[in-house]
């Protein structure tokens, strides 16, 4: 597989799956724009990737700043080809202790930050009658929720939902969209949240016995960005562990 002249922005680019996602991208050619809101944070881990890259700070959740971080991009490496829609915060709060401030906030990074980006980039992609956008969904989307609260389970469906909605409207444009839905990858947002007791329930429930590693989500994204993936549109694949089956 090869990506060689693709441009690719991947939001959450300066934590562990964001990384990962990275690395696989350079690693097959591409060109890629590290979009993250902590800017100390992401100009230090682009020192550590080799390859063509421009570290983008953005706030996602704010439509004025993703315009103007998109206008960046385009300038610095020319138009997105793949948009990896990775950026998310943690919610765990459940809905009688979920406060309308915590609501908006996770809603406005998990669903809105996306919406921002994948609007801005369409466009061009469809011009071009090529493009992906992989958005990250969760297993919390279609469970609920196992230990996650909320607004985060609500969030991730939603993010379902806009990649079905894309997806339908921009097939025909040689555009594809579609989600993966990851659970517990060994990340400090996922793992950190979890007591001991918690870890080993959750590991005797998942029957490859362990949890997922960023590089193995990484490895989904590759798929769904190559060109090998083009008949596949409006779907969600789960990288789970075998913890939910549908």
Same mark, same amino acid.
Not at 197 to 204: C, F, M, T, V, Y
Not at 212 to 218: D, K, L, R
């Given at each position: 597989?090869t990506?060689?002249?693709?441009?690719?922005?991947?939001?959450g680019a300066?934590?562990?799956?964001?990384?990962a996602v990275?690395?696989m991208? $350079?690693?097959?050619? +591409?060109?890629v724009?590290?979009?993250?809101?902590?800017?100390m944070?992401? /100009?230090?881990?682009? *020192?550590? %990737?080799r390859?063509?890259t421009?570290?983008i700070p953005?706030d996602?959740s704010?439509?004025a700043?993703?315009?103007?971080?998109?206008?960046?991009?385009?300038?610095v490496?020319?138009?997105?080809d793949? $948009?990896?829609n990775? +950026?998310?915060?943690?919610?765990n709060?459940?809905?009688?202790?979920?406060? /309308?401030?915590?609501? *908006?906030? %996770?809603?406005?990074v998990?669903?809105?930050g996306?919406?921002?980006?994948?609007r801005a980039?369409?466009?061009?992609?469809?011009?071009?009658?090529?493009?992906r956008i992989i958005?990250?969904?969760?297993?919390?989307?279609?469970?609920g929720?196992l230990?996650?609260?909320?607004?985060?389970?609500?969030s991730?469906?939603?993010i379902?939902?806009?990649?079905?909605?894309?997806?339908?409207?921009?097939?025909?444009?040689?555009v594809?969209?579609?989600?993966?839905?990851p659970?517990y990858?060994?990340?400090?947002m996922v793992?950190?949240?979890l007591n001991?007791?918690q870890?080993?329930l959750?590991?005797?429930q998942?029957?490859?016995?362990?949890f997922?590693e960023?590089?193995?989500f990484a490895?989904?994204v590759?798929?769904?960005?190559?060109?090998?993936?083009g008949?596949?549109t409006?779907?969600?694949?789960?990288?789970n562990?075998?913890l939910?089956?549908?």
């Amino acid at each position: 597989m090869t990506l060689n002249g693709k441009t690719v922005v991947v939001t959450g680019a300066a934590g562990t799956m964001g990384l990962a996602v990275v690395r696989m991208m $350079l690693e097959d050619g +591409a060109q890629v724009a590290l979009v993250d809101i902590d800017a100390m944070r992401l /100009d230090g881990v682009v *020192r550590f %990737v080799r390859g063509a890259t421009a570290a983008i700070p953005c706030d996602i959740s704010d439509p004025a700043a993703v315009r103007q971080a998109h206008q960046q991009v385009e300038k610095v490496l020319g138009p997105v080809d793949i $948009l990896v829609n990775n +950026a998310g915060i943690l919610s765990n709060e459940k809905v009688e202790t979920t406060s /309308d401030a915590e609501w *908006r906030r %996770v809603m406005s990074v998990n669903l809105d930050g996306a919406f921002h980006w994948s609007r801005a980039v369409l466009p061009s992609m469809k011009q071009r009658k090529w493009g992906r956008i992989i958005n990250v969904s969760s297993l919390a989307a279609k469970t609920g929720g196992l230990t996650a609260g909320t607004a985060y389970s609500t969030s991730k469906g939603a993010i379902t939902s806009l990649t079905y909605s894309l997806a339908r409207e921009s097939a025909s444009f040689g555009v594809t969209v579609n989600a993966i839905a990851p659970a517990y990858v060994k990340t400090p947002m996922v793992t950190e949240q979890l007591n001991e007791q918690q870890r080993r329930l959750l590991l005797a429930q998942i029957p490859v016995g362990r949890f997922c590693e960023p590089e193995e989500f990484a490895h989904a994204v590759r798929f769904l960005a190559s060109p090998l993936a083009g008949f596949i549109t409006g779907e969600v694949i789960d990288v789970n562990g075998g913890l939910h089956m549908d």
